[in-house]
């Protein structure tokens, strides 16, 4: 899960008479719009370009692209952000995905997978080591010059070191964000001294 957020700096607005508290509620109004508005049409683009895209192998060794975190990526709700006095500073739009689009952002450590139901993990293995296809002989099928079909009651996963795609997705598109973002202050700021 990514969050955008925004956050603003309003004291300085603190000069004005009366008319603070229904300016700050109007500046956080656009900016939260805005702020959906982007994620929804600059950001989430972004990511799915950038996250990594699964690969599948059918019990006979067809490589099958699953996209499957892809598809999974949208926008979640809309929080704001609070101040220490109870305000609001600006507001945060989550950005949610498929659980397992964690375990490519963050390192893992190794560790044991068991199957979910039935008796064992069956999968596709490429590129099985000459050493594991003679120790698990007895658990292969489809055996064929690029992997096998291995049934196992568990594996050892080694863990991964993870990479923060979700980060290039956000520097690709910052230059965008921080302009939209602009217009929205700049237009209020023109509104407010004209109103």
Same mark, same amino acid.
């Given at each position: 899960?990514?969050?955008?957020?925004?956050?603003?700096?309003?004291?300085?607005?603190?000069?004005?008479?009366?008319?603070?508290?229904?300016?700050?509620?109007?500046?956080?109004?656009?900016?939260?719009?805005?702020?959906?508005?982007?994620?929804?049409?600059?950001?989430?683009?972004?990511?799915?370009?950038?996250?990594?895209?699964?690969?599948?192998?059918?019990?006979? !060794?067809? /490589?099958?692209?699953?996209?499957?975190?892809?598809?999974?990526?949208?926008? !979640?709700?809309?929080?704001?952000?609070?101040?220490?006095?109870?305000?609001?500073?600006?507001?945060?739009?989550?950005?949610?995905?498929?659980?397992?689009?964690?375990?490519?952002?963050?390192?893992?450590?190794?560790?044991?997978?068991?199957?979910?139901?039935?008796?064992?993990?069956?999968?596709?293995?490429?590129?099985?080591?000459?050493?594991?296809?003679?120790?698990?002989?007895?658990?292969?099928?489809?055996? !064929?010059?690029?992997?096998?079909?291995?049934?196992?009651?568990?594996?050892?996963?080694?863990?991964?070191?993870?990479?923060?795609?979700?980060?290039?997705?956000? /520097?690709?598109?910052?230059?965008?964000?921080?302009?939209?973002?602009?217009?929205?202050? /700049?237009?209020?700021?023109?509104?407010?001294?004209?109103?």
């Amino acid at each position: 899960m990514t969050d955008l957020k925004i956050e603003l700096d309003l004291r300085g607005l603190r000069s004005f008479d009366g008319r603070f508290a229904k300016a700050t509620e109007e500046l956080m109004r656009r900016q939260a719009s805005v702020a959906e508005s982007a994620a929804r049409r600059v950001l989430v683009p972004a990511l799915k370009r950038h996250c990594p895209v699964g690969v599948a192998y059918t019990p006979e !060794g067809q /490589a099958v692209e699953s996209g499957e975190l892809g598809k999974s990526i949208r926008l !979640g709700g809309r929080r704001t952000i609070p101040t220490r006095a109870g305000g609001v500073w600006g507001t945060s739009q989550e950005i949610v995905m498929a659980q397992h689009g964690r375990w490519t952002l963050y390192p893992t450590k190794p560790h044991i997978i068991f199957p979910r139901s039935g008796r064992c993990l069956r999968f596709w293995w490429q590129g099985i080591p000459g050493s594991a296809r003679a120790r698990l002989a007895r658990t292969l099928r489809n055996i !064929g010059p690029e992997g096998a079909t291995v049934h196992l009651a568990y594996v050892r996963h080694p863990g991964t070191m993870g990479k923060r795609w979700d980060l290039e997705a956000f /520097a690709e598109v910052e230059q965008e964000l921080r302009q939209e973002l602009l217009k929205t202050c /700049a237009k209020f700021a023109l509104d407010l001294r004209g109103g």
